[in-house]
C-alpha cells in the first residue's frame, strides 16, 4: 500500500507523462514503437500504486495506437476526455426477465 502523497505525486506525473508522449507522437519525435513503451513504463507506475482508473486509461490509448497510424490530434483526443471512461454508468434494471415456459410436447 503506498501513502497517500506518494499516490498524488504519482498520479500528477501519469497524467502529466501521458500527455507529453501523446504530444511527442503528435509531431513525430518519437515513433509507434516507442510511444507505447512509455505507456506500458505508465502502466506498471500505475499498477504498483493501485490506480485502475488510469490503468483502463493507459490500455484504451495503447489499444487505439495499435489500431491505427494516424496520430493527428492525439493530445486533444486525450484532453477532450476521448479515452476516459464514461461518466454515466449503465442501470441495472431490478425486474426479472421472464423466460417463457416450453409446453410438454406429448406424442
Known sequence: MV?????IGAVFFIDREIERVLKDLESGTINKDQGIGSLNTLFNIS???????HMQL?????????S???????????LNRYFHESDSPI?????????????KIIR
Open 3 to 7: 501513502d497517500h502523497r506518494t499516490k
Open 47 to 53: 499498477s504498483g500504486i493501485e490506480d485502475t482508473k
Open 58 to 66: 493507459i490500455c484504451r490509448i495503447i489499444t487505439y495506437l495499435r
Open 68 to 78: 491505427t497510424n494516424l496520430y493527428v490530434q492525439l493530445k486533444k483526443m486525450y
Open 91 to 103: 442501470e441495472e434494471t431490478s425486474e426479472r426477465v421472464r423466460i417463457p415456459s416450453f409446453e
